[in-house]
């Protein structure tokens, strides 16, 4: 029996399932969204911007844990999608991108919207530096194959997205279903190698005699789910655990042996407890330059005199950074089983660390009372520290917090407290303005019981708006608080700090300070928008934006004071060489 590839393909997907699509029409996909609106297993999730729909697959796909799916268009679309495919990559989320591209039989003749000026119906090509693999389908009947290994490359080994070419024309093909439906007896999961018995007893004995172990924990433990197995196995070895930005809440925020996020925007005892560590295991990390002060030996990691134990998924990034002394390649849950069970097994009695546990809530305290005035200033423009505070207070313990790019970001990662693994989806390698409220989109339909909230710059949110569109539509019930410091807030304090100006950096009219209407900007998109008059209205806007159920947009207007910086960043080095410049505020 013969069928329509567009048809077969939505079969797959069903039979997979997939249950939600984000994407966007164009004259080459078309007959895929015609085959989708037959089914009542896939929701198709419709965007106003490829890069919204790319950004929302991205945080569905952080909460899934499974591989998300984009539909686009060929030329501009896929090109619209690159910046959130891209910004997937960096931080290993899988993703499957479909994208229609011109008729195969007119490859070269400049047919509408072909990318062609170096070679050819090219356009796959524009992804190969980013995604995992790139295909162009040749032929209808190399599709189904195609499709399988798109969806094993993307959740196999470190995860991310891939891309699958199509011309339009063979969406529109017949083809034999049994190519499909031969696929339904291949395994849907490739299991990951893990650690053997005798390197396990080996790490295990190293860090039990190791006077000042640290664990660092990075975003593949919360790709690999292995949250719990990382809390048994630190209960009972009792070695205290610092953090990368993407690891953030690995280990709960109120754990007493967890440190906290090293780096440009950690804290002093964090990195100096780091620093000061004789082995350091690191676990799904990739030691980047934010995390670890620009690899400074005197801020935050310094191997020599430490030495590294480092297990990850991913061959590569193994001794990338820095020299390692014990390197295994494994998936992290099933490492930390091993571990924890050959730990239990030499040591049965839990290694208690009172002294360090002391210290650790000593710190926390103390830092806490640093931030205090802070966090109660009624001033306005609100504080950051305040604004964090009030979000805190108000937030159940497992609600989803997306961030974007600044205080929303940084400052989240060094003051606001995450409780459950995954609650907290951010930008990590690519760092991309707009990627918060899409990603609530995205993490909301995930998990449509549990509060989600974009924690957004002005900036950020001005890339894309249209977000909200898609909000209303789909009554999708996230809650966008827009931290309006009226400019780009992070760069303009650098440039102040290191040149003297703000130039091209804050938003002005006339010479005074503007900002968009946003509360207005929502109401016209049919959302609901509250703009904050006072540091007072917040907290109790925020509750009851969060019980409305429905979409809403805060807009608050924000001090623009820089996060604390106690680590170090080799840019200062290049604006201001042996100053030891950071930021400042531009208030």
């Not at 995390?291 to 990850?312: A, G, N, V």
Request: aromatic share 8%; proline share 6%; glycine share 8%.
């Amino acid at each position: 029996m013969k069928d329509l590839v567009a048809n077969q393909l939505v079969k797959y997907l069903e039979r997979r399932g997939v249950k939600h699509i984000f994407g966007l029409c164009g004259h080459t996909n078309i007959a895929v969204l015609a085959a989708l609106s037959k089914s009542d297993k896939i929701r198709f999730i419709n965007v106003r911007h490829e890069q919204i729909a790319a950004h929302a697959a991205d945080g569905y796909a952080r909460v899934t844990k499974k591989a998300s799916v984009v539909l686009s268009h060929l030329g501009p679309g896929l090109t619209n999608a690159a910046t959130g495919v891209a910004n997937a990559a960096l931080d290993s989320i899988p993703m499957v991108v479909i994208a229609g591209d011109v008729p195969s039989h007119y490859y070269g003749k400049h047919p509408h919207q072909e990318v062609n000026l170096h070679a050819d119906a090219s356009q796959w090509e524009i992804y190969r530096p980013f995604v995992k693999r790139a295909w162009r389908v040749e032929r209808a009947e190399l599709f189904p194959e195609i499709l399988e290994k798109a969806f094993a490359l993307a959740e196999a080994g470190r995860p991310g997205p891939v891309l699958v070419d199509v011309p339009m024309d063979i969406f529109s093909k017949e083809v034999d279903v049994a190519l499909f439906e031969r696929l339904d007896h291949n395994a849907k999961t490739i299991h990951k190698p893990s650690l053997d018995e005798e390197l396990a007893v080996k790490i295990v004995k190293t860090l039990a005699a190791a006077k000042n172990p640290v664990i660092y924990a990075g975003g593949g433990v919360l790709l690999a789910d292995a949250a719990t197995e990382l809390r048994e196995f630190v209960d009972h070895m009792g070695i205290p655990v610092a953090h990368s930005l993407m690891g953030k809440g690995a280990l709960p925020d109120d754990h007493p042996l967890t440190l906290g996020m090293t780096g440009f925007w950690g804290t002093k005892f964090i990195n100096d407890k780091c620093r000061q560590a004789d082995y350091v295991l690191g676990l799904g990390t990739s030691f980047k330059e934010a995390d670890c002060s620009s690899w400074y030996p005197e801020y935050t990691f310094s191997f020599p005199p430490s030495k590294l134990i480092h297990i990850d998924i991913d061959p590569s990034e193994i001794g990338r950074n820095f020299p390692v002394e014990i390197g295994a390649v494994a998936d992290l849950k099933q490492a930390l089983t091993v571990l924890t069970r050959v730990a239990k097994k030499l040591y049965p009695e839990a290694r208690q660390n009172e002294a360090l546990k002391q210290a650790i809530a000593e710190y926390r305290k103390e830092f806490k009372a640093s931030n205090q005035a802070l966090e109660e200033s009624d001033d306005f423009p609100m504080t950051p520290q305040r604004i964090l505070a009030d979000v805190r207070d108000v937030l159940p313990r497992n609600a989803i917090i997306t961030t974007d790019v600044g205080w929303n970001k940084n400052g989240v990662g060094q003051q606001f407290p995450i409780y459950e693994p995954g609650s907290i989806l951010t930008p990590g390698g690519y760092a991309t303005m707009g990627f918060g409220a899409a990603a609530a989109l995205g993490a909301k339909i995930a998990a449509p019981d549990r509060v989600v909230v974009s924690l957004i710059g002005d900036g950020g949110f001005g890339q894309n708006p249209a977000v909200l569109a898609t909000a209303a539509c789909e009554n999708i019930p996230i809650v966008i608080v827009i931290m309006n410091n009226r400019a780009f807030g992070t760069i303009a304090g650098l440039e102040k700090a290191h040149y003297d100006t703000t130039f091209g950096t804050l938003f002005e009219k006339d010479g005074q300070p503007y900002s968009p209407d946003y509360a207005a900007i929502a109401k016209a998109y049919g959302v609901e928008g509250i703009k904050i008059q006072a540091a007072a209205e917040f907290k109790p806007a925020l509750k009851r934006a969060i019980e409305a159920n429905q979409p809403v947009v805060i807009d608050v207007t924000m001090l623009n004071n820089p996060v604390p910086t106690a680590g170090h960043w080799n840019i200062m080095d290049i604006y201001s060489p042996g100053k030891k410049v950071h930021h400042v505020s531009t208030n």
